[in-house]
């Protein structure tokens, strides 16, 4: 498994809430804390930018994916707006998740609270190269639903 070394800074007032961090030895994820001043309610189909507390360093090459969290999905039906949100190497700013509320009742976070997961992944840049035919597949151009599995067919 291949380690990295990311450089990463709390924001002022931030020395309570947890930097992101894995749960388990196999975890993919580091789970991520929200550092809200004081807790925010998210009513039923309303979302909110949830501040983390931190900045990072990420190095060339690399991004950070900011996923939901299942058990917050599926006890609550929170999850993120854009997900998976991408923390591009060349950011400095504060980290924030937005949180959308999809459940029937108003979810509220706290100091501290669990409310996604962050994975860092390696990136490459393409060069495209137009070409008048692609190669062919045994899918071809199938697309949503194309096995049947989708429509029960």
Request: with cysteine; proline share 5%.
């Amino acid at each position: 498994m291949e380690k990295l070394t990311i450089r990463i800074q709390r924001c002022a007032g931030c020395d309570d809430v947890p930097l992101p961090r894995y749960m388990t030895a196999a975890a993919a994820g580091m789970d991520v804390y929200a550092a809200v001043e004081e807790e925010l309610v998210i009513g039923p189909g309303q979302r909110a930018k949830i501040p983390t507390g931190f900045s990072i360093e990420l190095p060339p090459g690399y991004e950070a994916q900011i996923r939901p969290r299942s058990g917050m999905a599926i006890r609550n039906g929170i999850t993120l707006v854009n997900s998976p949100g991408t923390v591009d190497a060349d950011y400095r700013g504060r980290v924030a998740v937005i949180l959308i509320n999809h459940g029937g009742e108003s979810f509220t976070v706290k100091r501290g609270d669990r409310i996604a997961q962050m994975i860092v992944q390696r990136v490459c840049r393409v060069s495209w190269l137009e070409v008048e035919e692609l190669t062919s597949t045994a899918r071809g151009d199938g697309g949503f639903g194309h096995t049947g599995a989708e429509t029960g067919e």
